[in-house]
Each structure stands twice: as C-alpha cells, then as structure tokens.
C-alpha cells in the first residue's frame, strides 16, 4: 500500500487546498515553499525545534488515563493526551515555535498573526518575545471583548493587538485583515497562520508542525495502554490539534479518525460552525478550496460556537480531503453538550479544558458509552481552560 | 473585435489613455448603480470596472471593503450584479464592462451559469483577483470560449518568468498592480512604476493599465504617462461614500473630469 502523502506539490489534497490569492502574495508563498522545503528535513532546523519544544514548551506532553470519567461513563477506557500542559495552553505552540524558527532563517524581523480566542496570539507573541521579533495580532473585536485575558497576555509580551471591526468581527475577518497587512508588509514580515488552512504550504506546514503530537502519541500509547488507540478524538474548528494528532495515524486504518464540530445552538438552527457536519458547499476562501459555511451566492455566512477558537466558517482543505475520502468522520457538539463536559471534566479529573477542547470531550463521551470497556479512546486535550473561565462565569450568571 | 480591444484601438489611434473607474455593484443603493455607471461614461470613463460585492474582500482596503458591505446590505450580490450590467446594458453597447470580484461567488452559482449569464447581460471582461493561472485554467478557457476577456492582475513581486506564464493565459489587458498592498494604499513611487511597465511590455502588445494607488488628478496624470489606461478605485468609492444622494451623481462626475483632464 502506497503511504499517504498528501498534498502534492501544488497543495492539493485531491479537489481540496490550492493556492487562492492576490498575485501580490504569490511570490512571499513561493519563497515560502521553497525556504520550508529546504529546511524540514534539514538537521540542524530540526534539532533547533525539537530544543526549543522540550526546553522551552515542555514537550513530550503527557497522556494521561482519566480513570474516573471512564468509569463514570462505563465504556471505552479514555485517555487525554495533555496539550493544555504546554507552555502557553495548547498546542497552538508547536506551530509558531516552527514558523517563527522559519521567520528567523529567512530574516524577516517581523511576524504576523490572526488569533479566534487568542490562543495561538498567545504563543505568538511567546516565541516573537523569546526570539526577539516585532510581533502584531489581528483579532476580531467580538473575540478582543469575550477572550481579555489572553489580549492582556498578547500586550505582556510585547505584542501589538489590533481589533478587526470589518466583517463580523471574529476569526474569519482577523484572517482577512492579517492578509492584507502581509501583502503590504510582505518584504520584512512572516505571517505565522495558527490553524490548517490559509493558502499551500500553510496547511501541510502547521500540519508537519503539530504532528510531533501524533508520534509522541504513537510511543506513548503503547507504553501507558498497551495498545494504540481504537479511536482519536479532537476538536475542529480550522483543524490543527487535530491534523497534528490525526496525521502519524492515517496510514493505521484500525484507528478511527474522528473531528467534532462546533454545532454551536444546533446544527438545524443554522447558528453554528460546522462546515462539514451540515454538508456545506465546497468554496474558496482565505487561499484554499474547502467546504465553507456559505449562501447560495457565496458569500461567507456568520458562524456561532460558544468557544471562539471553533467560530470559523471552514475547515482545513485536508480535513475536506479526509472526510471526501472517508479515512476520518466528523461529527458536531452543541454549546451546552461541550459546557457539560467542561464542568464535568473541572469535577471528575480536576482538568479545566479548553472550551474547543470541551467538544471533543463531549463526543468522546458520547462514544465511549457505545464501545466496550476493554477499547481505548484517545482525546486530544488541546487546552486549557483558563482562558474561558469569564466565558463560562457568564453563562452561569456569575461575575467575577 | 471585442469592446475592449475596439476601445483601446480607437484610443491608440487618438494617442489617448484610457480611464477606467471602479464601482461596486449595489454601493450605496442598487437603485443608483445604473445611473451612476451612465454617469461615469458621461463625465469621461472609457471602460468600467464593476465589483462583485463579497463578503470576505482580502484584497481591499477599507474603503472598499465598506463599499462591499454596503452593498450587501442592500442584498446585492453576483446575480443582481449581472442584472444591473444587462440594465446598463440596454442604454449603452459600446463602453466596456468589466466585472472583478473574487473567486468564491463565482464557484458558488458555478463556472458554466457565471460566464452564460454574464455572456448574455453583455459582461465584456473578468478579473478575478484570488484565482492565480495555475487555479483558473477551466474558468478562463469558459471565459475565452465565450468572447470574454480574462484580466489578470501582475504586481511588483511578480517575477519575469511568471509573467510571461500569466500573459500567456490573458487576454484584453494586462492589470498592473502598482504597490504592494491592498486597493487604495499608500501613495506609489512612480519610478518603480515606470520601470515595472515598461518590463512587462517587454512580453506582451496588450496594453497595460495600471492601479491600486491612483488617488489624484497629478498621480493619474503621470500614470497615464507611462501606461494604457489608468485605473482609478478608491478614490471614487470614497467619493461615493461621502456624498449626499442628491449630490452624488453631480460630485462623481465632477472627480471625473479633473481625472479626465488631467489624464488627456
């Protein structure tokens, strides 16, 4: 059997990917490609990541048996691999410390990014912070106003945060707003994209980025479950927790691959984000072909989801790619199923989790239930909570 | 002969550059987008560009971007585009009408539906500003098949080798890009501009016009020095944006004249 090696050297995965923008970025991206080409397989590029991955994220990260959560479900034994210990949060992390290694090499002085609930702002900020780069955030003002810590946390380090009125306001317009500031700047800047979309090489770039969390799964799993998973579960807005963790494992065909939208206040209501879920068109936004949440005259529908890290009206191409393909299923989680798993986890195994990490948890559960108890589910804990805890106050009437 | 290429013939022969001014379909009421686009043939536009309003315009700077959203506020998008060109259409068959927008509408009513319709309303030329050659290779021979000329975009980065693959796949003419940045930027160094034109004639006759960072009478002027046709976008839309309804027409065409003028 041919080993899965997608995208082809166009940033096609099948119908999916591409390169979708203005000709004034079509040469940053060729330089891009052609710098990343040189240096993923280049020793000492490697040995650098990995440093600065243990050294500096704490990496490997954990994965840990949530003993009485399986056992308050009754099912399939579930384990958390611990991306929320990560310095900074959650995965988002692995990523920037590659690109900004990257911007680096390419001397570029400065660095660029979009942030949905400033998680990956976060981590930009940290590796710009720590590799002395000038350091600016696009942010949705609807996102600025429910995710303040993590702006302040932006400002700590030294990043400058610009709100993004234009639009609704959120992920998607931070994303156009990061873009234009690329095209503009494109000589002295990199633009570190947070999630698996964005035009080739972004995707398989922040994928190759986050898979170190798939093949430190792939040791670890034997070694604390004896076995490799029977299904992975991760939450998907983008998609780069769950390409990072999905990837080492497409080849293994007796692991279910499974992404858990955000069904926000029910897919049938329309007000949720949930691209593939609610079979959306195929579409080309922010430099890819996708499927996108969209009118019948393409223009790009408002999304919802309680947490803003999903709140994005794609998906990654290679996630479209996968579930064309059939190799991984995708499902949705309400607001208030994932707010139920948040408390539950907060109670039953003292991990607050992320809000987006909330959904994956809330299907593993569902799944859990289902399988017999000798199988073994694995959740991708992206993040931590800490980030949401005004978020959820809110909801519960409580202010802090 | 297509319009576009009659027109920029008829120029050539006059030893007169072209003027082609940028509205969005639907901004500030789809009720004045036909009257308005009468008006810029009468106050001097040689061809026009029409945006196709889209929700997510990365290519735009804010002016443009508020053109789009206005736009969609009065529920215009690419059909009703269409229907305001065939409106235009039935008082004036010789100026050309270009459409530009971004590649995501056009999928969504789909290639073949798109090129028919915009055939038939009267459409004489496409720039779609995300769809690179490389991804447009079934949309622009639709397009060629059809008569309609597919304009692409060149920018400052765009490299020798690249171009002569883009003017390879254009037809009409070719749209140069005159900064790095988004529609109605920071002011463009003339230098460069004059440089960069002048190596893109080196592959290709077609005529070139030049855009993005046109926002005065002067800076038309010397771009008309140096190329075919002289884009002008923001500053318009801006014009729009700021005047009363019942100023309107009078104040377009007014900023059309003294582009005009100072571009004859």
């Not at chain 1, 500096?56 to 840990?64: A, D, E, N």
């Not at chain 1, 696009?138 to 400058?160: F, I």
């Not at chain 1, 879920?277 to 009118?295: E, F, K």
């Amino acid at each position: 059997m041919q080993p899965y090696d997608l995208p082809d050297q166009f940033g096609h995965f099948g119908q999916f990917g591409g390169t979708f923008v203005a000709e004034t970025l079509i040469e940053a991206l060729d330089e891009l490609r052609d710098m990343y080409a040189k240096y993923k397989d280049d020793p000492e590029f490697l040995a650098e990541f990995h440093h600065d991955l243990k050294h500096f994220v704490g990496r490997p990260s954990p994965i840990y048996f949530a003993e009485r959560l399986t056992n308050q479900i009754g099912g399939a034994k579930i384990y958390l691999k611990r991306e929320d210990l990560n310095h900074t949060g959650a995965h988002k992390v692995n990523n920037t410390v590659g690109q900004a290694l990257l911007a680096k090499r390419m001397g570029k002085p400065r660095v660029i990014a979009e942030t949905g609930a400033g998680q990956h702002g976060v981590a930009t900020a940290t590796i710009a912070a720590r590799l002395g780069l000038e350091c600016v955030v696009y942010m949705g003002a609807e996102d600025v106003k429910r995710q303040s810590p993590n702006v302040y946390r932006m400002k700590l380090l030294g990043a400058t945060v610009i709100p993004v009125e234009s639009g609704s306001k959120t992920l998607k317009d931070a994303l156009n707003e990061a873009l234009r500031d690329w095209v503009t700047n494109v000589s002295n800047t990199f633009y570190i994209i947070g999630t698996v979309a964005g035009p080739h090489p972004y995707p398989m770039m922040v994928r190759d980025f986050n898979s170190v969390v798939g093949k430190e799964c792939k040791t670890q799993m034997p070694e604390i479950a004896n076995q490799q998973p029977n299904a992975i579960v991760a939450c998907v807005g983008g998609g780069s927790n769950a390409m990072g963790i999905f990837h080492p494992y497409i080849d293994d065909k007796s692991v279910r691959l499974i992404g858990v939208e955000a069904a926000g206040d029910g897919i049938e209501t329309g007000r949720h984000a949930a691209p593939l879920t609610s079979n959306s068109a195929i579409g080309v936004l922010h430099g890819n072909r996708t499927y996108l949440m969209q009118n019948q005259e393409g223009q790009i529908m408002e999304t919802h989801s309680v947490s803003a890290g999903l709140d994005y009206p794609g998906v990654g191409p290679e996630h479209a790619w996968l579930k064309e393909s059939g190799r991984a299923e995708y499902a949705a989680v309400t607001d208030d199923e994932a707010l139920k798993s948040f408390h539950n986890l907060c109670l039953v195994e003292g991990i607050i989790p992320a809000l987006e990490t909330s959904h994956a948890l809330a299907y593993a559960e569902k799944l859990a239930a289902t399988m017999p108890k000798d199988q073994v589910i694995l959740v991708n804990l992206s993040g931590r909570g800490d980030k949401d805890i005004n978020t959820v106050a809110n909801i519960s009437n409580i202010s802090l | 002969m297509s319009r576009i290429q009659t027109t920029f013939t008829n120029l050539a022969n006059n030893k007169r550059k072209a003027l082609i001014p940028f509205i969005t379909a639907g901004d500030p009421h789809p009720d004045m987008t036909v009257n308005l686009l009468h008006a810029l043939v009468d106050s001097g536009a040689d061809m026009i560009e029409l945006g196709i309003p889209f929700s997510d315009p990365m290519a735009d700077g804010p002016v443009i971007q508020r053109a789009s959203e206005r736009a969609l506020a009065n529920n215009v998008g690419i059909n009703k585009t269409i229907d305001l060109v065939k409106d235009f259409r039935k008082d004036n068959e010789h100026t050309p009408i270009i459409l530009m927008g971004y590649a995501n509408p056009i999928e969504a009513i789909g290639l073949t539906n798109f090129v028919g319709a915009i055939k038939e309303a009267g459409v004489d030329g496409v720039i779609t500003v995300d769809y690179p050659p490389e991804e447009s290779k079934e949309f622009v021979s639709l397009l060629l098949k059809n008569d309609i000329d597919s304009i692409f975009l060149l920018s400052p980065t765009t490299e020798d080798e690249r171009i002569k693959l883009i003017i390879s796949q254009a037809t009409g003419f070719i749209y140069y890009v005159s900064l790095k940045g988004v529609t109605g930027s920071a002011n463009i160094d003339m230098e460069q501009v004059s440089e960069r034109v002048n190596n893109v004639r080196q592959f290709t006759n077609l005529p070139v016009a030049v855009g993005f960072g046109v926002k005065d009478a002067k800076t038309a002027k010397e771009v008309a020095a140096i190329a075919d046709a002289v884009v002008i976008g923001s500053r318009i839309v801006l014009e729009i944006e700021q005047s009363n309804k019942d100023d309107l027409i009078g104040n377009i065409k007014k900023l059309m004249r003294e582009m005009k003028d100072a571009i004859e």
